[in-house]
């Protein structure tokens, strides 16, 4: 307990369970087994909380050849030094820290103009 007369006499009047922190309830709507299963299918890459939430918000799906050939385009690029890259796969492009080996936001494909800055490479994969 604190020293302080004030916390002190709050605390006093607080039961013991009122001062034990209070476990998280879990969701309920299975929120998160998303992103646990991308982890686990990623292997050594990983993906931001913004690039999960984008794929999951745009609908972009994604299997293990898609992550392998995401995987490779990262390794290519890191083998060329790349810093930041625009990898396409597919119908989908990811704008990934190459050398974090984290995706940082995912788009799919559209015929109208996109421009992706602060990248300094760019893979097809």
């Known amino acids: 307990m604190s020293d302080h007369p004030l ?4 605390t006093d009047r607080l039961a ?26 990623a292997g050594g890459l990983r993906f931001s ?9 745009r609908g972009i799906p994604l299997d293990q050849a898609t992550v392998g050939r995401l995987q490779r385009g990262v390794e290519a690029a890191a083998a060329k030094g790349a810093r930041q890259s625009v990898v396409l796969v597919d119908g989908t492009v990811f704008v990934v820290s190459v050398e974090a080996r984290t995706v940082l936001t995912a788009v799919p494909r559209k015929a109208e103009t996109q421009v992706f800055t602060n990248v300094d490479s760019a893979v097809l994969a």
Do not use: M, W, Y
């Open 49 to 57: 909380k913004h690039a999960v939430a984008r794929l999951e918000r």
């Open 16 to 41: 013991p369970t009122q001062l034990q922190p209070q476990a998280r309830p879990a969701k309920a709507d299975g929120a998160g087994s998303f992103a646990a299963e991308l982890a686990a299918a």
């Open 7 to 10: 916390i002190r006499a709050t």
